[in-house]
């Protein structure tokens, strides 16, 4: 079966709740794209102090050693079934990989709090479902909030605590829900 969704709000489901007090000193962003575009990218600045800013190259080294309750936000591009640079192919994250990724950039044992990914591109709800199936897999996460944004045409990311940004996934608790 498959869907075919037109330039619609796919996810209203839970709005963020987080308190974005104190988050900032422990969140990292991570460029999970080459494109320089994105790299430029307006980081609101509730978001300050950052803990770090990596780049491709860095996060595909798997040794970023986030600590346990990190807060980690991801600037990229949507693709449908995965994230990564605009053009198909050139950088493909798909949803079991991108799980991979950020658990292999975790220290050993630890688990990020919440995942905020910001997208460039409206086609994320085949990335978001496959996402939140592989994060229910991983049993580390089970405490992981995760939260999408796919209003990154301006080239603005939102406050932590903005209502932009809709969660998918509490822990165990699957909040997937399609609205049209």
Same mark, same amino acid.
């Given at each position: 079966m498959s869907f075919t969704f037109a330039r619609i709000s796919i996810f209203r489901v839970v709005k963020n709740k987080v308190n974005s007090k104190n988050m900032n000193a422990n969140t990292a962003v991570l460029m999970m794209t080459t494109e320089i575009s994105l790299k430029q990218a307006n980081i609101h600045k509730e978001w300050f102090p950052l803990l770090h800013s990596y780049t491709w190259p860095q996060i595909k080294q +798997? @040794? #970023?050693e986030l600590t346990d309750s990190s807060n980690i936000l991801i600037i990229s591009h949507a693709n449908g079934s995965s994230i990564g640079n605009s053009t198909p192919g050139d950088l493909d994250i798909f949803a079991k990989y991108f799980v991979n990724i950020i658990q292999a950039n975790m220290a050993i044992? =630890? *688990?990020p709090a919440n995942i905020y990914l910001s997208t460039k591109g409206l086609e994320i709800i085949q +990335? *978001? =479902?496959a996402l939140r199936i592989a994060a229910q897999k991983n049993r580390l996460w089970d405490n992981t909030k995760i +939260?999408? @944004? @796919?209003? #990154?045409?301006?080239l603005s990311v939102p406050a932590p605590n903005n209502e932009r940004w809709n969660q998918i996934f509490s822990g165990n608790k699957a909040l997937l829900v399609y609205s049209y």
């Amino acid at each position: 079966m498959s869907f075919t969704f037109a330039r619609i709000s796919i996810f209203r489901v839970v709005k963020n709740k987080v308190n974005s007090k104190n988050m900032n000193a422990n969140t990292a962003v991570l460029m999970m794209t080459t494109e320089i575009s994105l790299k430029q990218a307006n980081i609101h600045k509730e978001w300050f102090p950052l803990l770090h800013s990596y780049t491709w190259p860095q996060i595909k080294q +798997f @040794n #970023l050693e986030l600590t346990d309750s990190s807060n980690i936000l991801i600037i990229s591009h949507a693709n449908g079934s995965s994230i990564g640079n605009s053009t198909p192919g050139d950088l493909d994250i798909f949803a079991k990989y991108f799980v991979n990724i950020i658990q292999a950039n975790m220290a050993i044992g =630890s *688990a990020p709090a919440n995942i905020y990914l910001s997208t460039k591109g409206l086609e994320i709800i085949q +990335f *978001a =479902s496959a996402l939140r199936i592989a994060a229910q897999k991983n049993r580390l996460w089970d405490n992981t909030k995760i +939260f999408i @944004n @796919n209003e #990154l045409f301006d080239l603005s990311v939102p406050a932590p605590n903005n209502e932009r940004w809709n969660q998918i996934f509490s822990g165990n608790k699957a909040l997937l829900v399609y609205s049209y």
